[in-house]
């Protein structure tokens, strides 16, 4: 299967994560939606991730961070400078 990389916003209660997922280039659970609506999946694999505070503290890069699915608000994919 051919993949792609999209670049993705995450919020949880506590922090907004900006970071990488991988999603097939085309067809079933292409879309962002399809993604995170897969019944297997507990955890959000995400790549070259910045995770910032909601509260305000300092913000933290990891080159790794696996999300849990349950604690994700609101997903959206990323568009620099909106």
Same mark, same amino acid.
């Given at each position: 299967?051919?993949?792609?990389?999209?670049?993705?916003? $995450? &919020?949880?209660?506590?922090?907004?994560?900006?970071?990488?997922?991988? $999603?097939?280039?085309?067809?079933?659970?292409?879309? $962002?939606?399809?993604?995170?609506?897969?019944?297997?999946?507990?955890?959000?694999?995400?790549?070259?991730? &910045?995770? &910032?505070?909601?509260?305000?503290?300092?913000? &933290?890069?990891?080159?790794?961070?696996?999300?849990?699915?349950?604690?994700?608000?609101?997903?959206?994919?990323?568009?620099?400078?909106?």
């Amino acid at each position: 299967m051919e993949t792609r990389t999209e670049r993705i916003v $995450l &919020e949880t209660h506590r922090h907004r994560i900006v970071g990488d997922v991988t $999603l097939p280039r085309e067809g079933y659970r292409s879309r $962002l939606s399809d993604y995170l609506n897969r019944g297997d999946l507990d955890f959000i694999p995400i790549v070259n991730a &910045e995770l &910032e505070p909601l509260n305000g503290g300092a913000p &933290e890069s990891r080159s790794f961070v696996a999300v849990a699915r349950t604690h994700v608000q609101l997903a959206f994919p990323y568009e620099p400078g909106a």
